[in-house]
């Protein structure tokens, strides 16, 4: 398994800037927060594979900072063999996730990138408890996406995303 030192490094290796760095950085401390809570709830969560995932989920804003960065990291991760898992993390953390058909109408790879596993909706959700380095709520983050006009239909994922992982743990 990738390690945390191994993960930085890869960031670090790949270009990626210092405050990307930090935001994964972040991301990564809510999401291992989240996964001891559900493990500890009974769960069976791999909270090392969480740590790793996020760090990693943004790898691809090396190369960019559109939607894509989570395409761009994921053919990053399958470049460096990382495990399937880590890269699936990667791939599957935009929102709430991402249809075949809004991927088609984003210029993205026709492809389903809804979080699956318990690991990947812990990623996807932390990254949207967080805005730059600083911790935000989902009424935030929702609040963001109402004022960046994203649709309605995405914003409610948002949330039963929100409510699916927090009831992991209440």
Known sequence: MTTRAEAINLLEENGCAPNVIEHCKEVASIAVEI????????????????????LLHDLGRCKTHKIAHAVEGYRLARIERLEPEISEIIKRHIG?????EEARALGLPEDDYFPRSLEEKIVAHA???????????VAERIE????QEVPENVIQRVNKLAEEVERLFL
């Open 96 to 100: 709430a996730g991402i249809s075949k």
């Open 35 to 54: 996964a001891n809570k559900a493990k500890a709830a009974g769960h069976d969560v791999n909270p090392q594979l969480v740590e790793v995932g996020a």
């Open 144 to 147: 963001l996406m109402r004022k």
């Open 127 to 137: 990254d949207n408890l967080v805005k730059g380095t600083s911790r935000i709520t």
